[in-house]
């Protein structure tokens, strides 16, 4: 895949977010371009959700800059948010409304037509198998159903990045290879979608890219042929978990760089 | 016992947001707990002032030895509305359900520790209404040992019958909710009804005053009734008051006996009720024919109309946040609606009062209103009852102004119109002067500015997203304790400026708060909402 002459959809650069004297993102810089289906993979607390909040501005951040579409989500918040939709980790929506008025009030919010948005609903509501429940109220539904409703509310605005936190967590085998179509469609329509997963096989399968995290900054990134080689993500994971956590030595990411990534996977873990 | 120990200590860590306290950072914990003691320290001497004042009202119109009845009364019905109020989420419906049954552990273990917080909360609100009561009696009355010690166990006891009574209404509420779409307007409907009749009746009692003795005879009428209301205080009180341990040993034993059989009904009923309440499913009945009822709402609206109509329905859903957000208005029409029918039947007339106080009524009756509306804010908990859903609201490609604008608007949805209904009426009712008319309509617009504009700034800049039930941002959240504080402060200010310089005055005060209370929303809506 060749990116070059491309503007990104998502540009992270340098960015920092602390909490009090712990980094939580320390300077990581990423691209996403149009097209792409990037996963971003790290251990729990590494600043997966830190830094996907920063992109969707549900957070502030202390240092660097993010942008979306080319436009700097602290100075043009409004317009990145435009063209963004968000997936979080736990799908809690207002349990007030019904399934329907839930998603008729996104896409009021997003300026979606009434005609483009009956659409967009019947599709992957139908596909979803989440049609049916649509007039109830979400306080009835499962996790599962509020994961798809909350996805269904995401494309209604065909969103031009469309950002997800575990996105497969809760949802039944069908439904989590109607998602991975839906949004494999969506990217080969000129989205980008990032997301973060502990599911590295799903990563590793539907990504073009891939980028690792570990205490606040990128281990690995890169396209996942490239970062995965002629091993699994698993195995790069676990091996790059294994060597880090012996003082001193040199992450992945410079050796990437570096041009050495075989040599640091030739010794790395088998399973 | 130990397992009711552990689950006990976590129930009132949580209840208390100890926890919370003890684990935020040093800062944040001493700031956290500085405002609480200042909120405890300020209820206490409310709730204290409040007893005495009741109290000591009794002593001097010769009713000391009702004071036990009443204390013992009050404190118990206080503590059961409390805990009314908190039964679901902590005995029903409770967000850790699942992980606390499946515990190695009994269920009267899981119910004895969810009771029990419910109790001590109860016993908390004895303490306050009954000890300064018990204090003022034991003053007046030279109460002896034998009195003290029953005022005590009458403290710890009082709260177990009206606890159950409760908590089985709570249970029964919480179960006919579940399986009624609309039970929640019901709910509303009834518990206007009950505050309108309690206002009503209070109006009544104030309405008779005059000689002491036509209210000593009132009073005297009204302990009687309190008695056939709830025997066991009157026989509670029998024991403080004359020293029959018969009649205190009756009221000990209902008390426990009624503790007791709620405990044993709840451990047989506590699973199955849980279960009901918590296996609402979809109906599954939507469908995108064009006639069917979701299709035909697939409308595009504005962002901004989008969100008021989002607004009103968590306003509609939640009953507790219509009643506290909307009280003032309710009162306010009705009262309207009262003063021209006595207009129009000829029973309200100005003539009737003494030539100096007449003027006086055009002065300080839109304080009153205005009072009613500056208490009444749907806004001041509305960014925190975004909760855990708060990230809608803060990825969408709305404006901080458009968002909180959208809170502002339902809350002068309601406001306006009261004001307007409440100037037209009472300007009729009342035939008053220019300057009084042009004070009916603004000076209840200022403080309905007030309402729905200070406390919207506060929560936008400290909201607490952190709660369990609707009912902590909505009762105890620092925006509504503003909000209504605040509007009680201009009240006060406006009632002393009309006082000392003139009807004309209060309308500079009003225009004022109504000024700043604009100029406040809108710098707090230059910046972005907090996460």
Not at chain 1, 213 to 219: P, S, T
Not at chain 2, 268 to 288: D, I, W
Not at chain 2, 439 to 464: I, N, Q, T
Request: hydrophobic share 55%.
């Amino acid at each position: 895949m060749n990116d070059k002459g491309k503007a990104p959809v998502l540009a992270v650069k340098d960015v920092v977010k602390a909490f009090g004297s712990k980094r939580a993102v320390d300077g990581v810089s990423l691209e996403v371009m149009s097209g792409d289906i990037f996963g971003f993979v790290g251990h729990n607390g590494a600043g997966k959700t830190t830094l996907i909040r920063a992109i969707v501005g549900v957070t502030d951040f202390d240092e660097g800059d993010i942008r979306i579409a080319g436009r700097s989500v602290r100075t043009d918040a409004l317009a990145c948010k435009q063209v963004t939709a968000y997936v979080p980790d736990n799908p809690d929506v207002y349990e007030f409304l019904t399934g329907i008025q839930y998603l008729d009030y996104i896409a009021d919010i997003f300026g979606v037509a009434a005609d483009a948005r009956r659409a967009s609903i019947q599709a992957h509501a139908d596909r979803l198998g989440l049609t049916s429940a649509l007039g109830d109220l979400i306080s009835s539904y499962s996790h599962g159903m509020r994961q798809k409703l909350v996805l269904i509310g995401a494309l209604v605005h065909e969103p031009t990045l469309l950002v997800l936190d575990e996105p497969f967590v809760g949802l039944d085998p069908e439904a989590a290879f109607h998602v991975k179509e839906m949004l494999r469609e969506l990217a080969d329509r000129g989205s980008a979608v990032f997301f973060s997963s502990h599911v590295l096989e799903v990563v590793e399968k539907l990504c073009d890219k891939v980028a690792i995290i570990k205490q606040g900054r990128l281990r690995a990134c890169g396209p996942t042929v490239d970062v995965v080689g002629d091993e699994s993500l698993e195995d790069v994971f676990l091996d790059m978990i294994d060597r880090e956590a012996e003082a001193g030595k040199e992450p992945v990411a410079e050796r990437v760089a570096a041009g050495r990534e075989g040599e640091s996977r030739r010794g790395g873990r088998k399973t | 016992m130990r397992s009711f120990i552990l689950l006990l200590k976590i129930q009132l860590l949580g209840l208390f947001g100890i926890n919370k306290a003890l684990h935020a950072d040093a800062a944040k914990a001493k700031r956290t707990l500085a405002l609480a003691a200042l909120v405890v320290a300020a209820i206490v001497a409310v709730a204290a002032l409040y007893s005495v004042g009741v109290a000591e009202g009794m002593a001097q119109l010769g009713m000391v030895e009702a004071i036990p009845l009443v204390a013992v009364l009050v404190g118990a019905v206080a503590g059961a509305v409390a805990a009314f109020l908190k039964t679901n989420g902590v005995l029903f419906a409770f967000k850790d359900y699942d992980l606390v049954m499946s515990l190695p552990v009994p269920t009267l273990s899981v119910v004895l520790s969810r009771i029990a917080s419910l109790y001590a909360m109860s016993v908390v609100f004895g303490l306050l209404v009954m000890v300064p009561a018990f204090a003022v009696y034991a003053a007046h009355a030279g109460a002896g040992a034998l009195s003290v010690v029953l005022m005590a166990l009458s403290i710890v006891l009082a709260p177990l019958a009206p606890l159950a009574a409760a908590i089985v209404l709570a249970a029964l509420i919480a179960a006919f909710s579940s399986r009624f779409r609309h039970a929640n307007i019901v709910m509303v409907v009834l518990s206007l009804v009950a505050v309108l009749a309690i206002v009503a009746g209070s109006f009544a009692l104030s309405g008779q005053s005059g000689d002491e003795a036509a209210l000593a005879a009132l009073g005297t009428e009204a302990v009687a009734q309190m008695a056939g209301f709830f025997p066991p205080a009157a026989w509670a009180a029998e024991g403080i008051a004359s020293g029959d341990m018969l009649s205190f040993a009756l009221f000990a034993g209902v008390s426990l006996v009624a503790g007791a059989v709620l405990l044993a009904v709840l451990v047989r009923v506590f699973v199955p009720v849980n279960s009901l309440l918590m296996s609402s499913r979809p109906h599954g009945s939507f469908s995108f024919d064009g006639a069917a009822r979701g299709a035909r709402g697939l409308r595009a609206r504005t962002p901004f109309r989008a969100l008021v109509s989002k607004e009103l329905r968590l306003l509609v859903a939640t009953p507790i946040y219509l009643l506290n957000g909307c009280m003032g208005y309710v009162l306010v029409v009705v009262a309207c609606i009262a003063a021209v029918a006595a207009r129009v039947m000829g029973v309200l007339s100005l003539d009737a009062l003494p030539a100096e106080f007449a003027p006086l009524v055009g002065g300080f009756l839109p304080w009153v209103v205005a009072f009613c509306v500056g208490i009444s804010s749907t806004t001041a908990p509305s960014v925190s009852l975004e909760g855990s859903s708060r990230w809608v609201m803060l990825t969408a490609p709305v404006s901080a102004r458009t968002i909180l604008g959208a809170k502002a608007a339902v809350n002068l949805l309601f406001a306006l119109p009261t004001v307007a209904i409440g100037g037209v009426a009472l300007s009729l009712a009342f035939s008053l002067d220019a300057v009084s008319v042009a004070a009916m309509f603004v000076v209840p617009l200022g403080l309905s500015l007030f309402a729905a504009f200070v406390g919207l700034a506060v929560d936008a800049r400290h909201p607490r997203y952190d709660w369990t039930t609707v009912y902590e941002p909505v009762k105890r959240g620092m925006p509504v304790m503003v909000a209504i504080m605040g509007g009680m402060a201009c009240t006060g200010a406006g009632i002393a400026v009309t006082a000392l310089l003139g009807t004309a005055a209060s309308l500079v005060v009003a225009v004022s708060i109504g000024a700043a209370s604009v100029a406040l929303f809108r710098v707090t809506t230059n910046g972005r909402l907090v996460a």
